[in-house]
């Protein structure tokens, strides 16, 4: 199996795994989601482990994008605030390593 359909596999399965919890929630509220962020030391440490991946993810991907001239590089950031790193990061690497592949 190729790199380029590893990534797709990926980019699936991040996106339903955390809709599969989302679609649980029948209200969202942001001032609740982050109460429940600070009320334990391990949950603030993987918000803030979550924070930084995405930074550093979008270092990347702004960096990769430039240097591959690969378009509309907002559609990952789009990805990761919709749905979340788990999709964004395999689908953002599915579309690189195309365009890889075709250079």
């Known amino acids: 199996m190729s790199r ?3 990534y797709l596999i990926l980019t699936i399965i991040g996106f339903i ?6 679609l649980q929630v029948r209200t969202f509220d942001m001032k609740t ?3 429940q962020f600070s009320t334990s ?3 603030s440490g993987i918000a803030m482990d979550l924070l930084v991946s995405v930074l550093v993810f979008w270092f990347f991907m702004f960096t990769e ?3 591959l001239q690969m378009k509309a590089p907002w559609v990952y950031v789009l990805a990761t605030l919709l749905v979340g790193l788990s999709f964004a990061l ?3 690497l599915y579309f ?3 365009k890889l592949e075709y250079q």
């Open 4 to 6: 380029k359909n590893i």
């Open 17 to 22: 795994a955390p809709y599969y919890f989302f």
């Open 33 to 35: 989601l982050f109460q």
């Open 41 to 43: 030391a391990v949950l």
């Open 65 to 67: 994008a430039s240097k």
């Open 90 to 92: 395999p689908l953002f």
């Open 96 to 98: 690189r390593q195309r």
